[in-house]
């Protein structure tokens, strides 16, 4: 891999540091001839997200997420099957959600 085709589109930045404002987004991505998805926890803005998503698919570089607990995550633009990005406004339930 040359380091043109490594360049990457992320999804942390000023809005999603420690000190930001920004919840927590829950994102699924779906890659190609993967049975199971990754699942991340980022802070930041869902819009944040969505544009690093675009700008990867658009220009064809790798997707590179900054998990809110270290881990990063780096996916080829055309490996991209799906991106779910969950608002940390949705309210996930425990037990059975009563």
């Known amino acids: 891999m040359t380091q043109d085709s490594a360049a990457s589109t992320t999804a942390s930045g ?3 540091g420690p000190n930001s404002k920004a919840g927590r987004v829950k994102v699924s991505v779906g ?3 993967s049975a199971k998805e ?3 926890e980022i802070e930041g803005e869902p819009a944040s997200i969505v544009k690093a998503v675009q700008a990867a698919v658009a220009d064809g570089k790798a997707l590179v997420l900054h998990d809110a607990k ?3 995550v780096v996916v080829p633009a055309d ?3 799906y991106v779910e990005v969950h608002s940390s406004d ?3 339930s425990i ?4």
Not at 95 to 98: D, I, K, Q, Y
Request: one cysteine or more; a neutral charge.
């Open 79 to 81: 490996k991209l099957c």
């Open 70 to 72: 270290g881990k990063l």
């Open 38 to 40: 990754l699942e991340l």
């Open 90 to 92: 949705s309210q996930g």
């Open 31 to 33: 890659v190609v001839f």
């Open 95 to 98: 037990g059975f959600g009563f």
């Open 14 to 16: 000023p809005d999603s």
